[in-house]
């Protein structure tokens, strides 16, 4: 992996850890760190022996949300350049939709904003109790962005998403756990080791069929049952021709663990 100046990255048994590294700034959003974020995504998705993808924040917060203080003069712009310039600025982090493999956001601090959506983009959520999340946007008067109006009612539904969004509330660990926001919540001390067991497990699965599994899922929420069996059926066809396939079904009629190559 490459130097990085806003992140943190390590690999590790399959796994990529990037942390978000303005702890100063509460991990506040950049266009340089979108660039960053960027070409770590594109490094991922080019190689095939990255199992799980996980995002983290260095300090006390997950990120504060997009860094008004970069960002803001953009408002004063004319209104084709303004709108030019946040579809420039979401795909910089939102290209984490992009990776075929699990990605997990590691919730250690606040999320709030573009940084709660950045949490929500990925698949799989862990959140510390001490965490709390936040739409935020129209706190400052801003509309929603970062895909907020697209991927909180895929979580919670229609009426609690409007919710969530006209209060701008922060939203305590266990209550963004009932209402589907987050897949756990660990204390804080325990946040890194509940994280590494839950992606270490992800990381032995057969890396192929995780990967169809990931799409076909994405696919079938905007699809009928007729498209997602013929898609179902077509990766279950592909599956068949994997040595992991073999190896499963030897483990479970040897009654063992199987030991998967990702091939």
């Not at 997990?104 to 929500?120: E, K």
């Not at 709390?132 to 609690?160: E, H, N």
């Not at 756990?184 to 890194?192: D, G, H, T, Y």
């Not at 994405?218 to 073999?246: G, I, K, M, N, P």
Request: proline residues 5%; aromatic residues 6%.
């Amino acid at each position: 992996m490459a130097e990085y100046t806003t992140l943190k990255v390590e690999r590790r048994d399959g796994v990529v850890w990037v942390t978000l590294n303005r702890p100063d700034m509460r991990n506040a959003m950049s266009n340089e760190m979108g660039d960053e974020f960027s070409r770590v995504v594109t490094e991922v998705k080019n190689d095939r022996d990255v199992r799980v993808f996980v995002i983290g924040g260095e300090g006390k917060s997950f990120s504060s949300g997009g860094d008004l203080r970069s960002t803001s003069a953009d408002f004063q712009l004319p209104p084709p350049e303004r709108r030019e310039g946040f579809l420039k600025f979401y795909p910089k982090f939102l290209c984490v939709t992009e990776i075929e493999i699990p990605t997990v956001a590691m919730i250690n601090g606040h999320a709030v904003g573009a940084g709660m959506m950045l949490a929500l983009a990925c698949d799989i959520r862990i959140m510390s109790r001490a965490a709390k999340l936040s739409t935020g946007f129209l706190r400052i008067g801003l509309s929603p962005g970062m895909g907020g109006t697209y991927l909180i009612p895929r979580l919670v539904g229609l009426s609690k998403a409007l919710e969530l969004i006209w209060t701008s509330e922060m939203i305590e660990a266990d209550e963004a756990l009932r209402v589907g926001l987050v897949n756990k919540v660990a204390e804080p001390a325990e946040l890194r080791a509940v994280t590494e067991a839950f992606v270490g497990k992800l990381a032995k699965g057969p890396a192929v069929p995780m990967r169809l599994v990931k799409r076909a899922v994405y696919r079938q929420v905007e699809s009928d049952l007729r498209a997602a069996l013929e898609y179902e059926a077509l990766c279950q066809t592909l599956v068949t021709q994997t040595e992991d396939l073999v190896e499963g079904v030897s483990a479970f009629i040897q009654k063992r663990e199987p030991e998967f190559k990702g091939k």
